[in-house]
């Protein structure tokens, strides 16, 4: 049996993100006895290396710079740097290279590839801010050499892919749209409450940065909060710039007491606090896929967020949840008060929410649409 190599380029142990999504594939794979391994594309490894903690760290990227002496370097050592690849792939008896969040890393893959050194598969996953052309236009034709080498290109949405079709400018022969999952065995309704927090809150899950939008969160829940003296914001996330400026604004609104900040959070404690929100809100002003949509879908909590191409794919608006547009501080007050007000009508929409995501968004599918990606032929 061939082995699967899933390639990160960072740790795949971070809270957040795309190793979240490597880390839950591993899981599902160990349990239905697909062999893959994770390796982190490490430049301080030209030498692969497994770790105390089992994951494989190595070099696969061969360009150090655009510039004259560093693309002469690359150049001298590149014959090396890819018999020492195809060396390590042989000795693993790898069938398939799945690099998720693609940068210049695939490139030694591709090459192997067209030199006829590796004959498995090559699958390039991308997962939002990868889809962009590199700076300078060496790096683009290299970009351009390794997609069309790839067997198969994967996006976590459709939104993702037809960006990709613009920003790279060509279809690949093998397109395919893998939705992430939500692990419904941690994300699930009826979960212990934070005595620590309100009885009664709004919710939103993303890192403290621009496009998640907390400020404008935090203006649209003070045009909520005065008929509703009870209800409290929550923002769990990742520390960034846009913490204090939320903090400020709170201040500045009179809501500094109605308003948390936890960060840094494990799943099983964000899942708590998402179970037992009275709404969950995300009004980023954009999102690939948006997986705190499903995991407050999962744990059957009303959800409200921005109207992007990501979140429209999960949610269908006066179904499962409520889209409002992007920037729209009323609009999402709106929407907010609606979820709050109409307990009946939101809690319906939560529950088709909850029967979309155990229907289409969970891991095991996620993994087995993967799967079909890594097979031979």
């Given at each position: 049996?061939s082995?699967?190599?899933?390639?990160?380029?960072?740790?795949?142990?971070?809270?957040?993100?795309?190793?979240?999504?490597?880390?839950?594939?591993v899981?599902?794979?160990?349990?239905?006895?697909?062999?893959?391994?994770?390796?982190?594309?490490?430049?301080?490894?030209?030498?692969?290396?497994?770790?105390?903690?089992g994951?494989?760290?190595?070099?696969?990227?061969?360009?150090?710079?655009?510039?004259?002496?560093?693309?002469?370097?690359?150049?001298?050592v590149?014959?090396?740097?890819?018999?020492?690849?195809?060396?390590w792939?042989?000795?693993?008896?790898?069938g398939?290279v799945?690099?998720?969040y693609?940068?210049?890393?695939?490139?030694?893959?591709?090459?192997l590839?067209?030199?006829?050194?590796?004959?498995?598969?090559?699958?390039?996953?991308?997962?939002g801010?990868?889809?962009?052309?590199?700076?300078?236009?060496?790096?683009?034709?290299?970009?351009h050499?390794?997609?069309?080498?790839?067997?198969?290109?994967?996006?976590?949405?459709?939104?993702l892919?037809?960006?990709?079709?613009?920003?790279?400018?060509?279809?690949?022969?093998?397109v395919?749209?893998?939705?992430?999952?939500?692990?419904?065995?941690?994300?699930?309704?009826?979960?212990?409450a934070d005595?620590?927090?309100?009885?009664?809150?709004?919710?939103?899950?993303?890192?403290?940065?621009i496009r998640?939008?907390?400020?404008?969160?935090?203006?649209?829940?003070?045009?909520?909060?005065a008929?509703?003296?009870?209800?409290?914001?929550?923002?769990?996330?990742?520390?960034?710039?846009?913490?204090?400026?939320?903090?400020?604004?709170?201040?500045?609104?009179?809501?500094?007491?109605r308003?948390h900040?936890?960060?840094?959070?494990?799943?099983?404690?964000?899942?708590?606090?998402?179970?037992?929100?009275a709404?969950?809100?995300?009004?980023?002003?954009?999102?690939?896929f948006?997986?705190?949509?499903?995991?407050?879908?999962?744990?059957?909590?009303?959800?409200?967020?921005?109207?992007v191409?990501?979140h429209?794919?999960t949610?269908?608006?006066?179904?499962?949840?409520?889209?409002?547009?992007v920037?729209?501080?009323?609009?999402?007050?709106i929407?907010?008060?609606?979820?709050?007000?109409?307990?009946?009508?939101?809690?319906?929409?939560?529950?088709?929410?909850?029967?979309?995501?155990?229907?289409?968004?969970?891991?095991e599918?996620?993994?087995?649409?993967?799967?079909?990606?890594?097979?031979?032929?």
């Open positions: 049996m082995k699967t190599f899933l390639v990160i380029p960072w740790s795949p142990f971070h809270p957040a993100g795309v190793s979240v999504v490597v880390r839950n594939l899981e599902q794979y160990k349990r239905s006895g697909v062999d893959t391994a994770v390796c982190q594309d490490d430049w301080g490894h030209p030498q692969p290396t497994r770790g105390k903690d994951i494989e760290y190595f070099r696969f990227g061969m360009l150090g710079g655009t510039g004259p002496v560093a693309l002469l370097k690359s150049l001298l590149a014959p090396f740097r890819l018999a020492t690849t195809a060396a792939l042989r000795k693993n008896a790898v398939c799945n690099f998720h693609v940068g210049q890393g695939a490139l030694s893959i591709a090459c590839k067209a030199l006829g050194l590796f004959r498995g598969k090559l699958v390039l996953s991308f997962h801010t990868d889809v962009q052309l590199p700076d300078s236009a060496i790096e683009a034709r290299l970009q050499f390794y997609l069309k080498q790839a067997d198969t290109l994967t996006f976590c949405s459709r939104a892919a037809q960006k990709a079709a613009q920003v790279f400018g060509f279809t690949h022969r093998d395919r749209v893998v939705y992430n999952g939500v692990n419904t065995a941690i994300f699930r309704p009826g979960l212990d005595p620590a927090l309100p009885k009664r809150y709004v919710v939103q899950v993303g890192s403290f940065i998640k939008r907390q400020v404008f969160l935090v203006e649209a829940f003070a045009r909520v909060a008929d509703h003296p009870d209800l409290h914001l929550v923002l769990i996330g990742m520390d960034g710039p846009e913490l204090e400026k939320a903090r400020e604004l709170a201040a500045r609104h009179g809501l500094a007491e308003f900040t936890l960060m840094n959070l494990t799943p099983e404690q964000v899942a708590g606090i998402v179970s037992n929100a709404v969950c809100v995300q009004p980023s002003v954009n999102e690939p948006g997986i705190a949509v499903i995991e407050a879908g999962a744990c059957g909590v009303p959800v409200a967020a921005s109207r191409e990501g429209m794919e949610i269908h608006h006066e179904q499962s949840g409520l889209l409002f547009e920037d729209n501080v009323d609009a999402c007050a929407a907010i008060r609606r979820l709050i007000d109409n307990r009946d009508s939101a809690l319906a929409m939560a529950r088709r929410m909850k029967e979309n995501v155990d229907e289409k968004f969970t891991w599918q996620c993994a087995q649409a993967y799967a079909r990606t890594y097979a031979p032929g």
